[in-house]
């Protein structure tokens, strides 16, 4: 017999189990499926975000910070140490008691939600009266049927073409999360966000990094002058970025990986490396959710087509997060789906994609909001800029770490703010006063004239702000 519900989501990362959440609090009878499963077996709801992402990814770069803080910067403290050991297996542990924190509280979060929870692969099985029929494929196999389905399957590491991930040399996130040791030479195919933050996890542990873009520029969605400042960054630290490169062949064997590429000046070269990691996008997941069984409408890249309020072309079927248009982002997911269970309650959720802040979480860390300083030439805005570099501000000095500055972007009549770019100290957390002010449609003179703490790290942020009007106070 099929259980009845009211709302069922089909995947319990970001998108999903917010969604379930708040289906669940604006009255209805919810289930989320979800198959992701930890080292017992068990039950490991979050998604890529959690278990091979975003949070694991965390854990390991504040374990590698401080262990580089350990070896390089203690002693500018006043604080010896003598031999700096580390412990891998406990590092990795840690990291994996993490991720299991945020496992459990997802399914406490269930449970204190009324959300019925169902561990396995939910699958389109056909239309019926009034909702859709679900199929549960896992331990227990069940049948669920629905009024409403919303699809937050998420996305997989794209592989290279005739390269397949083996999680032993050959790496995507999953394998990069979870090598047992410090690899000598590591190669990494892609500088965006997980190529540079876990080629910085593996750097600061002791690897010799090489990492192989295949585009010219350095992060080009990023401004062009924080890229430029953190690409100076990586440098000093060590971490090898080549830029237009061409990869060619690449041969996995039991010793390790060669990778053979051709550089920006066209002549042809070879790294032999201990591991690869392949980072170069990620794809939509709807392996094994038989869209074409229902005919739900797929894109050419395999994402499910929605309108701007993420209704698919099937009455009463909605998709959030990676797996439709839009970054990638477990925050946009979580945006998304709180949108759609407020929209399937007669609501009218709201997410502005202008305002949704992107972070790389490398040291400096990268944050930005809005349009870059290309993107409003290419328009042909009219626009002021202001910067504020770390080194003028004295918490970063007392913290010992004044790389960077804050970059304000402002319209040239109405002073209204059109991005905020950091790269610096804490860019992840100070970013979110720009997401709030450009919100409410704040100019740069708002922020300007708003008391910040003394002393802050964010007092870059007031000061980029009244550079805008060239009038900075402590630069």
């Given at each position: ?312 072309n099937l009455p009463g079927v909605w998709a959030v997060g990676d797996v439709v248009r839009g970054p990638m982002l477990a925050h946009k997911a979580e945006e998304e789906g709180v949108a759609v269970a407020e929209r399937i309650a007669g609501q009218h959720g ?33 626009y002021k800029a202001g910067t504020f570099p770390f080194l003028a501000n004295g918490r970063a000095r007392a913290l010992g770490d004044t790389t960077g500055m804050v970059k304000f972007l402002a319209d040239a009549a109405t ?61």
């Amino acid at each position: 017999m099929s259980q009845q519900f009211d709302v069922i989501v089909i995947g319990g990362g970001p998108g999903g189990y917010i969604a379930a959440i708040r289906a669940a609090q604006l009255g209805f009878k919810v289930a989320c499926i979800d198959e992701w499963k930890n080292a017992a077996g068990g039950p490991a709801p979050g998604g890529t975000c959690t278990n091979v992402g975003c949070i694991p990814s965390k854990a390991l770069l504040q374990s590698s910070e401080h262990f580089e803080h350990a070896n390089l910067h203690f002693a500018d403290h006043g604080i010896n140490v003598g031999s700096v050991k580390l412990d891998t297996a406990k590092m990795i542990a840690r990291k994996d008691a993490v991720v299991k924190q945020n496992n459990d509280g997802i399914l406490y979060l269930f449970k204190k939600n009324k959300v019925s929870f169902f561990h396995g692969r939910g699958s389109f099985v056909k239309a019926v009266d009034g909702g859709y029929e679900i199929a549960v494929k896992g331990a227990k196999d069940d049948t669920l049927t629905g009024k409403q389905v919303i699809v937050a399957t998420g996305s997989n590491a794209r592989a290279l073409p005739g390269v397949a991930f083996d999680e032993e040399n050959i790496l995507s996130n999953d394998g990069a999360l979870r090598l047992g040791a410090v690899p000598k030479k590591l190669v990494l195919i892609g500088s965006g966000v997980i190529g540079l933050e876990m080629g910085s996890v593996w750097r600061r542990l002791g690897a010799e990094v090489t990492v192989l873009e295949a585009l010219p520029t350095f992060l080009g969605a990023v401004d062009e002058q924080i890229a430029k400042e953190a690409k100076k960054a990586f440098d000093k630290q060590g971490l090898k970025i080549e830029l237009g490169v061409k990869v060619g062949e690449i041969k996995n064997a039991k010793k390790g990986v060669s990778v053979a590429y051709t550089n920006a000046k066209g002549e042809a070269q070879t790294l032999d490396a201990d591991k690869l990691i392949v980072s170069i996008g990620r794809v939509p997941n709807t392996i094994g959710l038989n869209a074409e069984g229902v005919g739900l409408q797929l894109d050419e890249r395999g994402a499910i087509v929605v309108d701007g309020d993420c209704r698919t072309n099937l009455p009463g079927v909605w998709a959030v997060g990676d797996v439709v248009r839009g970054p990638m982002l477990a925050h946009k997911a979580e945006e998304e789906g709180v949108a759609v269970a407020e929209r399937i309650a007669g609501q009218h959720g709201h997410v502005n994609f202008n305002t949704i802040p992107w972070v790389i979480y490398t040291s400096p860390e990268i944050a930005w909001v809005g349009e870059t300083e290309q993107q409003l030439k290419a328009r042909g805005a009219a626009y002021k800029a202001g910067t504020f570099p770390f080194l003028a501000n004295g918490r970063a000095r007392a913290l010992g770490d004044t790389t960077g500055m804050v970059k304000f972007l402002a319209d040239a009549a109405t002073d209204e703010i059109l991005g905020v770019h950091i790269v610096g100290p804490m860019a992840s957390e100070l970013i979110a006063e720009a997401v709030v002010a450009m919100e409410f449609k704040a100019s740069a003179e708002d922020i300007a004239r708003i008391c910040h703490a003394h002393p802050s790290l964010s007092e870059a942020t007031k000061e980029a702000a009244l550079a805008v009007d060239k009038r900075t106070l402590n630069f």
